[in-house]
């Protein structure tokens, strides 16, 4: 018997078609070993290469080959690219495609524990449903989706493999499969593919391994549990699969629901579209944690990080956060009262000043209640940044004049991509003072000294006629 991963490591260093170099093994399946190659103008891909055992069975090279046609045909980032496939002289058949920097979900979920954060596994799925979506509007159902089958790319991104058993349907309506046979991974295909049921595979076939890949991910293993792979199909084909929340006491029940219906043993009691899982999926996370899911799983970890950092004066992200997931810490300037400058009566002076305070006073009250409501209704804000008010926003609040927006300049606010800069109030100017211009002497008026001293205030009073 031939040790594929043995014959696999001793084609390293060879060229196919003098065109692809194969500079290291990166994994051995079933099927294929997958290689880090270069083109010979130094383009990096990847290089998927059959099994020689498997390479004289013309039905299984033509499935493998035909795995470039089905990814290519699905119009989604999500689908991995196929760029070229060809023989080598000694018969090698052999793929093309992208090379991708991350790790499959499988090795996730191991490293893990076999247990995933529900968050993580709800933002795979809706990537994933995205994928699917794609795939099923144009004729193309997967037929394989486990864990294994899917990258986690080092930004987050979820890519979909092995699209060589898909069932696609050609230009003359035909489905192109092998019929009667039975292909996928036992554990996480339903029950008419485990029965070979090749013309009651549809869309909903795909919604079952993904019911099947959230729940072994969220509960630490597959739907069902056999000891042999033939046992497990035959559980597939006979008994439902136990509810998520028996398994995974943790998981909200509302998403749990979600997986639930999907691996429903009737077609038509699980999601009838990718679209409508997704939907329920996104209504689902929602309710479970009070915020919309965001598009990938990117988000959650930016979020997490924007979280569990120390204020500063600026937090931004690339993703579509909302106002809660970043920090933004405004200082507060010292305000400096305006200095007046008095001659004449003090008395007078104080009373203006007295004046002047009640004046700005009320000016403060009718400022915005709400705390950080001028920032968030006068800050430019765009797609790349978010904020969230912290505590040092709310004293900010106080500070701020009656038209709601803030004394001093916010960051960012010159001119540059977030827009022209804004024009900042200044200090409302204090009225102007009284002043006391003293008027000739009456005759007969002793001004020497001018004025006399108030017994109560111990003021100086200017005196009549002075």
């Not at 103008?41 to 795995?67: C, T």
């Not at 060809?86 to 996730?108: A, S």
């Not at 309506?173 to 991974?185: I, P, V």
């Amino acid at each position: 018997m031939v040790d594929d991963h043995a014959y696999a490591a001793r084609r390293v260093g060879r060229t196919l078609c003098d065109k692809y170099r194969l500079d290291a093994l990166v994994g051995v399946g079933g099927m294929a070993a997958v290689y880090q190659g270069a083109h010979r103008n130094g383009h990096r891909v990847a290089v998927k290469v059959l099994h020689p055992a498997l390479s004289i069975v013309e039905e299984l090279r033509d499935r493998f080959l035909r795995e470039g046609y089905a990814a290519n045909a699905v119009p989604h980032p999500g689908a991995v690219r196929v760029l070229d496939d060809d023989i080598d002289d000694d018969g090698t058949v052999f793929l093309v495609m992208e090379l991708l920097d991350g790790e499959t979900v499988r090795e996730l979920w191991e490293r893990a524990g076999h247990v995933l954060p529900v968050r993580q596994v709800a933002h795979m799925g809706h990537q994933l449903l995205d994928v699917l979506s794609a795939a099923h509007a144009n004729g193309i159902v997967h037929r394989d989706i486990k864990p294994d089958n899917l990258l986690v790319l080092r930004d987050g991104t979820l890519k979909v493999l092995d699209f060589g058993i898909a069932r696609v349907r050609d230009s003359s309506g035909m489905l192109a499969t092998r019929a009667g046979g039975t292909l996928g991974t036992p554990g996480y295909m339903p029950r008419e593919q485990a029965l070979g049921l090749t013309d009651e595979i549809d869309a909903r076939t795909d919604i079952w391994s993904v019911g099947a890949t959230m729940f072994a991910l969220l509960a630490g293993r597959a739907p069902y549990r056999a000891e042999t792979p033939e046992l497990v199909m035959v559980l597939t084909a006979t008994e439902p699969v136990a509810p998520l929340v028996e398994v995974a006491p943790d998981v909200p029940e509302c998403l749990a629901a979600v997986v639930d219906r999907a691996l429903a043993k009737d077609k038509a009691e699980r999601f009838q579209g990718a679209r409508s899982m997704q939907e329920a999926l996104a209504e689902a996370y929602a309710a479970a944690f009070g915020e919309a899911l965001p598009v990938s799983y990117l988000d959650v970890m930016a979020m997490r990080a924007a979280l569990s950092a120390p204020p500063t004066h600026l937090t931004s992200t690339t993703g579509g956060l909302s106002a809660a997931h970043a920090r933004v810490s405004i200082p507060v300037p010292r305000r400096v009262s305006p200095s007046a400058v008095m001659w004449g009566g003090l008395g007078a002076g104080a009373i203006a000043l007295a004046v002047l305070l009640v004046g700005l006073a009320g000016s403060r009250s009718e400022a915005p209640s709400k705390p950080g409501a001028g920032l968030l209704e006068n800050a430019p804000l765009d797609s790349s940044t978010v904020v969230e008010l912290s505590a040092a926003s709310a004293a900010a609040d106080t500070m701020e004049g009656a038209s709601g927006a803030p004394p001093w300049p916010a960051p960012g606010d010159a001119d540059g991509p977030r827009g022209p800069r804004r024009v900042v109030p200044a200090w409302p100017a204090p009225p102007p003072l009284p002043v006391h211009v003293p008027s000739a002497p009456s005759a007969g008026a002793n001004c020497d000294p001018p004025w006399t001293i108030d017994p109560v205030t111990r003021g100086r009073k200017v005196k009549p006629g002075c």
